[in-house]
Nanobody, 123 residues
Framework: QLQLVESGGGLVQPGGSLRLSCAAS????????IGWFRQAPGKEREGVSC????????NSFDSVKGRFTISRDNAKNTVYLQMNSLKPEDTAIYYC????????????????WGQGTQVTVSS
C-alpha cells in the first residue's frame, strides 16, 4: 500500500538549516504530486510547499518563500524540503502528503499522509 515516511527533523537554532526527506513506497511515485504541510501546537495544519508529479512545477507558501526549497528525485522515490534561515515560528510537525499528479493548496485534497517529523527552532 501507499506509504510515506518523513525524516530529517530535529532541534536547530534560529537561522539554521535542516533538510527533510519524504520517502515513498507502494505506488507509482512519478504519478503523484507531493506536498509538505505543517502543524504547530494549537494551530491548524497549513501548506508549506508542493511539487507536481514530474517535478516540473513547484510552489511555496508566502510564509516560507525564499527560505524553503522543495525538490524531488523520482529515481529515489523521495521528495526533499530544504529549509534555510529557520525561525522559531517554523516550529511544527512537518508532514508530507500525496495526491494524483497536481498540487493543491488544500490539505483535504491529499489522500495519503506520512506520520510527520518534528522540527523545533529554538536557541
Amino acid at each position: 500500500q501507499l506509504q510515506l515516511v518523513e525524516s530529517g527533523g530535529g532541534l536547530v537554532q534560529p537561522g539554521g538549516s535542516l533538510r527533510l526527506s519524504c520517502a515513498a513506497s507502494g505506488f507509482t511515485f512519478d504519478n503523484y504530486a507531493i506536498g509538505w504541510f505543517r502543524q504547530a501546537p494549537g494551530k491548524e495544519r497549513e501548506g508549506v510547499s508542493c511539487t507536481s508529479s514530474s517535478g516540473g512545477w513547484s510552489n511555496s507558501f508566502d510564509s516560507v518563500k525564499g527560505r524553503f526549497t522543495i525538490s524531488r528525485d523520482n529515481a529515489k522515490n523521495t521528495v526533499y524540503l530544504q529549509m534555510n534561515s529557520l525561525k522559531p515560528e517554523d516550529t511544527a510537525i512537518y508532514y508530507c502528503a500525496a495526491r494524483d499528479h497536481y498540487c493543491s493548496a488544500l490539505s483535504s485534497r491529499f489522500g495519503s499522509w506520512g506520520q510527520g517529523t518534528q522540527v523545533t527552532v529554538s536557541s
